[in-house]
Structure formats: structure tokens, C-alpha cells
């Protein structure tokens, strides 16, 4: 019902930036929460941050507090991510996800873009 198209991921040195984009589908984008995970090579899907239907309101894991933002835009129908100051320890692919209410819990999200790479080098 709903696709989710992550893009804007790449190989980037340490201190460095990078804007995610996830585009969605459908007319109903205004009413999905949307959030954004993580995970490392081996390890589990790591919530990073979500935003709320009208992009009022932002959650943030508290390892990328102050470095990361998130903001949508509904009338294009897409969520973004601004990774600043990046860290080695943030390389892994990020996922794009929809929710009716989202969170922190990656159970809580119906939707889910097939992720794209992020490379931090030092």
C-alpha cells in the first residue's frame, strides 16, 4: 500500500555530512508517522529518529542527538535526514519507515523502504 524509497547515502569522511531522502507513495503520506533505523553489519535494526504527521515534533536516539535532524515535507510526500558531524560508528544502511503512530520500536512501523548505505571513514 504504501513504498518507501530511501536515497542519498554514500561514502563520506569522518566529520561529515549527508542528506537522506525517502520518498513515499500514495496520498496518505500527511498521515504516517515516519521514523528512521539504522543497523550495523551483524547487529540489530537501531532506531535513530521519527518525526510526526505534521513535522512538528522530532524524537531522536540519544547518539545522534544534536547531529542529526529530521523533517518532512508533505506536499512532496518525503522525509529527510540531515547526518552532520558523522562518526565512524554511524556507517551502516538506514531505513526509512511508516507508521500510524511511530516511536522508537521498529514492531511499531508498517512500512519500510529497502534502505541505503552509509560509509563514515576516518
Known amino acids: 500500500q504504501v513504498q518507501l524509497v530511501e536515497s542519498g547515502g554514500g561514502l563520506v569522511q569522518a566529520g561529515g555530512s549527508l542528506r537522506l531522502s525517502c520518498a513515499a507513495s500514495g496520498p496518505t503520506f500527511s498521515s504516517l508517522a515516519m521514523g528512521w533505523f539504522r543497523q550495523a553489519p551483524g547487529k540489530e535494526r537501531d532506531f535513530v529518529g521519527s518525526?510526526?504527521?505534521?513535522?512538528?515534533?522530532?524524537v531522536y536516539a540519544e547518539f545522534v542527538k544534536g547531529r542529526f535532524t529530521i523533517s518532512r515535507d508533505n506536499a512532496k510526500s518525503t522525509v529527510y535526514l540531515r547526518m552532520n558531524n558523522l562518526k565512524p560508528e554511524d556507517t551502516g544502511v538506514y531505513y526509512c519507515a511508516a507508521a500510524t503512530w511511530g516511536g522508537r520500536i521498529a514492531t511499531a512501523y508498517d512500512y519500510w523502504g529497502k534502505g541505503t548505505q552509509v560509509t563514515v571513514y576516518s
Open positions: 518525526i510526526n504527521r505534521s513535522g512538528s515534533s522530532t
